[in-house]
Structures are given as C-alpha cells and as structure tokens.
C-alpha cells in the first residue's frame, strides 16, 4: 500500500501521511456504527427498543449525537491544570490509534510491516494509562482521580495475562509480526490458531484445548484493558460519576469515547488476528475462485471488519450480561486465576510444541 | 486445590448461563410503547384537564366553592328580564351571564371535588394529559364564552336596569312618603283621637 501511494504521489511524506489516515476512515464509522450497536444490543437485551426516532429505527442517532457534541461549549473547571487538562484526550486517542499501525488490515494494506508488532502492540497499549492518569490528575476531581487510579491499576495488571498468552502464542507461531501470523492460518478454517494452527500433526489435537483457555484468557484481560463491563470500575456511572472523563465536555468528552471504541476493535482484532486468522477467509476466497485478484484485498477487508466486529458485540453482550465486578475482585480475577492459568497454559503449550 | 478449579469453572458456567439468558432476551419483542406515537389506553375514570360546557353551565358557583384550593373563579351578571338565555340540556332555565370562568389548571389537584356538584353536570375530566406550557399564565384557562366588550355591556345593562330599579323604587318610596305626609297633615288637622294617632306610625314604617 505504501509503495503503490509512493509511486502514486510521487513523494513519500504524502504517501506516509496518507497511509497513516487510513485507519481513521475505518475507526470513525465504526465508533458511528459501535455507539449504536451498543445502545441498540443493550436496549433489546432489556426488552426495549432503544433510539428510534432519528431515521429508520434511530440509525442516524450516533450522527445527531456527533453533531450535538460538536457544538457544546468546551468546559474547563478553574482548578484544573489546563494544558495536561487539554492534552490527555489526545493522548488517550493516540494510545489507542497508534495500535491500529499494527493491525493487518489486508494483505496488502498494514500501517506498519514491522516485525515486532505484537511487542509494540503490548508497549503502546500502556500508552493510553499515561493519558488516562494524566485527564484524571489535571482535572483536580477526586472522582476523576479515583476513576484515574482504578484504571492504571487494573491496566497494568492485566497486562500481565495478556502478555503471557500472547507469548504462547509467539512461541507456537514463532512470529511476533502480526502479518506473517494471519499469513499462516490461511485457506481453512481449521487452520485457524484457534484450531491448533495449520500444521498438520497428532499436536495439532492436543493444542486445541489449550488454545480454547489461552483464547477465554486473551479475551478477558483485553476486555478488562479496555476498560469494558464487568471491568468497568475507571468509569464506573453509579460510583464515579464518570471516572477519569467527569470532567470533559463536547469535543473532548467525544476524544475519550473515540478512544474507548477505537480501543474496542483494536483489541477484537488482535484477538481475531491471533486465534481466529485475523483477514483470512475461513472458507477460501471468492477472488480465486473466479480469478480476480484484485477482489481478494476487499474480502479479507470484509473478513477482517466482520470477525472484529463480532468480538466487539460479544463485548457487548457481556457488558450487558455481568455484573461490575468490586476492586477486589477485579485483584483475585487477574492475580490469582489468570495469571497461573495463563503460565500452566504457557508452559504446556511450550511443551506440545517441543514434541 | 478442588475449590480452586470448581471456582473457575463455575465462574466461567455461570458467565455463560448469563450470557444464554441475555441472548434469548435479545429476541424477546420489546414492551416500549412508542409513546408520543402509541399511547397507552387511559382506564375509564382517569382525571386530567377539566372542561368546562359553557352552553350548560348555569353559573352557580357550587363547583368553585367546593374547590378545596380555590382554582375556580366565577363572576356572574344577573340577566336583564327580557333577555333569555336559553336552557341547558336538563332543562333548567339559565338566568345569569357567566362572565367570567377562569380555572387555574396549575393549581389543580384533580381531585375532581368540582365535579360532583355541578347540577348540570357541564364541568367534567376530559382524556387529555398533554397540556404543558412554557408560562405559568398560559395553564390559566378561560372557559367564558363573552367577550371582554359583551362582559362590560352586560354589566352595564344590568347596572342600569338596577339604577332604573332604584330608581323606580325611590320614586314609589318618594311618592308613599309623600303620600304619608299628605295623610298626616290631613289627620293632624282633623283631630281624632289618641288611639288612631298611636297606631298610624307602624303602618308608616310598614310601606
Ligand atoms: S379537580 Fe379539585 S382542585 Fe381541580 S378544580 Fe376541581 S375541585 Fe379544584
Ligand atoms: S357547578 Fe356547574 S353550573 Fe354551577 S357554576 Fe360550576 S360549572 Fe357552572
């Protein structure tokens, strides 16, 4: 992609620059689509209806609510420290906008071809706690200081779950580049990571097991990253006003949200990429099959969107489903059952790969 | 060691029940009531907005005197005596001009105590709940079918046919009186005796 925009401009700061936007004409109408998808799935899991009265069924309501907070007027409390104030929504964005630089889209389109992105993924995803901390500290709100703490405290422990089940996986794929890892579970679906990857061997069986605890790990400790139902305690409504964001009006309050749902698809795709193929078709290409190459792009585009966009409405569902869980739980959930999980996981599936 | 792994398990069973019981829910139809669309039917005794029918009401002020917060305000002209007002449905006869009716809907407690009374039955509840306003005035509802102008003739009419009234009144007093006084003169010069002279003042006072 980036070579194909270099030869198309002819400069390669243009076609960098444009490179690099490209994920935010994905993440902008998804937030549009995810804010929705949320309002609606929680309203007919409760038996209601949800917004319905902009457009057919209220589909334009996330539009009108963009719009509205567009115009509100940009509040900022007298106490607050005014330039880490303004800076944090920023900083939050980035954090969760620069994983997308690692995210294979396509084959042929991915931010950045580096070959530690799973690493840099781990690393930039501690970004979004700075600018957490940061918002919540500058707002000089002692719920969106308390809001603040939870989350640095929650983010930082669950790194620890989500790095060690991404190492096994490292170890079984024994890549750390996210592209070279979709490229693997090719063709089929029984390819998939999930499935024990694509070599075909009697380990392949006693893989998949251990790929189901690995893949209900990753899942639960990225959702409590994010900051997701039943591990919402940063913003918890009915104890923190609004966590780390009370603060916030209009546009930067819309920062924060851009985050959270940027930050979403992130992780449903890093999921999707490393147990589920990532862009790969599960059932071979239809570009193939009727000869066009330039269709194959498109689909896994499609395969890429639907797989992430499924892993986010699971998020949903369970959002809608659990309970928030207490601070002490949210503790004893990470430290004393994913974390030995995640190592006895570790080290039996290191194991069966040594077979 | 065995609770640690049962804990697991049933913390992992349970998040699925949950999740089987929302996913059934999402199917579930909806029980909104899409309201300004859809409105729910009202039961059949439902107390909202009052109304009031002019053509019937009589004036009679029971309604706004069994108000216990006092809403109602009723002022009413008596009818000239060649005028006719017609009838309300019942068939009483209507003989005063309602000139003013005005009920304070914000003061209301819809109590429906006004109702009850009303001999003619013309003050009653209606169906209608949507009824705010912006300003406070405008829930002062005014239910009078006079205009401003007809209200301030009828009162004159009425204030003349009353001056016309005292008028006549003073006029037959004056000429009562002075029709004592002739008769006084006549007796005080034809002189009679004590007992008619005692008995003649009651009947003065009488007439
Ligand atoms: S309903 Fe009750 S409060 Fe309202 S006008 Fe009638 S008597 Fe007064
Ligand atoms: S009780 Fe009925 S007739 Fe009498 S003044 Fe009230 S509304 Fe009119």
Same mark, same amino acid.
């Not at chain 1, 944090?88 to 389109?109: C, D, I, K, Q, R």
């Not at chain 2, 999740?19 to 899409?34: A, E």
């Not at chain 2, 009052?50 to 009413?76: F, K, S």
């Not at chain 2, 005028?83 to 429906?112: M, R």
């Given at each position: 992609m980036y070579n194909f925009l270099t030869e198309l401009?002819? +400069?390669?700061?243009?076609?960098?620059?444009?490179?690099?936007?490209?994920?935010?004409?994905?993440?902008?109408?998804?937030?549009?689509?995810?804010?929705?998808?949320?309002?609606?799935?929680?309203?007919?899991?409760?038996?209601?209806?949800?917004?319905?009265?902009?457009?057919?069924?209220?589909?334009?309501?996330?539009?009108?609510?963009?719009?509205?907070?567009?115009?509100?007027?940009?509040?900022?409390?007298?106490?607050?420290?005014?330039?880490?104030?303004?800076?944090?929504?920023?900083?939050?964005?980035?954090?969760?906008?620069?994983?997308?630089?690692?995210?294979?889209?396509?084959?042929?389109?991915?931010?950045?071809?580096?070959?530690?992105?799973?690493?840099?993924?781990?690393?930039?995803?501690?970004?979004?706690?700075?600018?957490?901390?940061?918002?919540?500290?500058?707002?000089? +709100?002692?719920?969106?200081?308390?809001?603040?703490?939870?989350?640095?405290?929650?983010?930082?422990?669950?790194?620890?779950?989500?790095?060690?089940?991404?190492? *096994?996986?490292?170890?079984?794929?024994?890549?750390? *580049?996210?592209?070279?890892?979709?490229?693997?579970?090719?063709?089929?679906?029984? +390819?998939?990571?999930?499935?024990?990857?694509?070599e075909w061997a009697f380990t392949k069986l006693l893989l998949i097991p251990f790929m189901f605890i690995a893949f209900i790990i990753l899942y639960i400790s990225t959702l409590a990253e994010v900051n997701r139902l039943p591990f919402d305690m940063p913003e918890a409504e009915s104890e923190l006003v609004a966590g780390y964001s009370t603060e916030y009006s209009g546009m930067k309050f819309a920062m924060f949200f851009l985050a959270e749902y940027g930050n979403m698809f992130a992780v449903s795709a890093l999921v999707s990429v490393i147990f589920f193929g990532g862009y790969q078709s599960p059932f071979g290409y239809l570009g193939n099959s009727l000869g066009l190459q330039w269709l194959i792009p498109y689909e896994q585009l499609f395969w890429f969107a639907l797989k992430g966009i499924l892993f986010v409405l699971v998020q949903m569902w369970l959002r809608w489903t659990l309970p928030r869980v207490r601070v002490d739980q949210l503790m004893t959930i990470c430290w004393k059952y994913l974390i030995p999980y995640s190592f006895a996981n570790l080290i039996i599936i290191g194991l069966i790969t040594l077979l | 060691m065995k609770q640690?792994?049962?804990?697991? =398990?049933?913390?992992?069973?349970?998040?699925?029940?949950?999740?089987?019981?929302?996913?059934?829910? #999402?199917?579930?139809?909806?029980?909104?009531?899409?309201?300004?669309?859809?409105?729910?039917? #009202?039961?059949? &005794?439902?107390?909202?907005? #009052?109304?009031?029918?002019?053509?019937?009401?009589?004036?009679?002020?029971?309604?706004? &005197?069994?108000?216990?917060?006092?809403?109602?305000?009723?002022?009413?002209?008596?009818?000239?005596?060649?005028?006719?007002?017609?009838?309300?449905?019942?068939?009483?006869?209507?003989?005063? =001009?309602?000139?003013?009716?005005?009920?304070?809907?914000?003061?209301?407690?819809?109590?429906?105590?006004?109702?009850?009374?009303?001999?003619?039955?013309c003050i009653y509840m209606t169906d209608v709940y949507e009824f705010s306003e912006f300003k406070r005035e405008d829930l002062l509802y005014k239910f009078s079918t006079l205009s401003g102008e007809e209200t301030l003739q009828k009162k004159e009419n009425f204030e003349k046919f009353q001056a016309e009234k005292e008028a006549q009144k003073a006029a037959e007093i004056k000429a009562k009186a002075e029709a004592a006084a002739k008769a006084k003169a006549e007796s005080e010069s034809k002189p009679n005796s004590d007992e008619t002279k005692q008995s003649e003042p009651p009947k003065q006072e009488n007439s």
């Open positions: 401009t002819g +400069n390669e700061i243009i076609a960098a620059f444009i490179s690099a936007m490209l994920p935010v004409v994905f993440i902008v109408p998804f937030v549009i689509f995810g804010v929705l998808a949320e309002r609606k799935v929680s309203a007919h899991i409760q038996d209601r209806l949800g917004p319905m009265r902009v457009g057919y069924h209220g589909v334009l309501q996330t539009v009108a609510d963009f719009f509205k907070l567009i115009q509100k007027e940009d509040i900022i409390a007298e106490g607050a420290d005014r330039k880490f104030f303004n800076l944090a929504p920023y900083l939050v964005f980035v954090g969760s906008y620069a994983v997308y630089a690692a995210l294979p889209f396509t084959s042929t389109y991915i931010g950045s071809e580096t070959d530690i992105g799973l690493f840099y993924i781990i690393a930039v995803s501690g970004f979004a706690v700075a600018g957490i901390l940061m918002g919540g500290w500058a707002s000089n +709100n002692k719920y969106s200081l308390y809001g603040a703490l939870r989350s640095a405290a929650q983010i930082v422990s669950y790194e620890i779950p989500t790095a060690l089940v991404i190492l *096994s996986m490292v170890m079984l794929t024994g890549t750390l *580049s996210l592209a070279t890892m979709s490229e693997m579970q090719t063709a089929y679906f029984w +390819n998939w990571n999930i499935f024990g990857g694509a | 640690y792994f049962k804990n697991t =398990w049933e913390g992992l069973w349970t998040v699925f029940v949950g999740m089987k019981i929302t996913f059934k829910h #999402l199917f579930v139809p909806s029980v909104t009531i899409q309201y300004p669309d859809v409105k729910v039917p #009202l039961p059949e &005794r439902v107390r909202n907005r #009052l109304y009031v029918n002019m053509d019937d009401c009589i004036g009679c002020d029971q309604c706004a &005197r069994a108000c216990p917060v006092e809403c109602i305000e009723i002022e009413t002209v008596k009818s000239m005596p060649e005028e006719d007002l017609g009838k309300t449905s019942n068939g009483k006869k209507k003989a005063l =001009w309602v000139t003013k009716f005005n009920i304070d809907i914000a003061k209301c407690c819809y109590c429906q105590l006004c109702v009850f009374p009303c001999p003619t039955e």
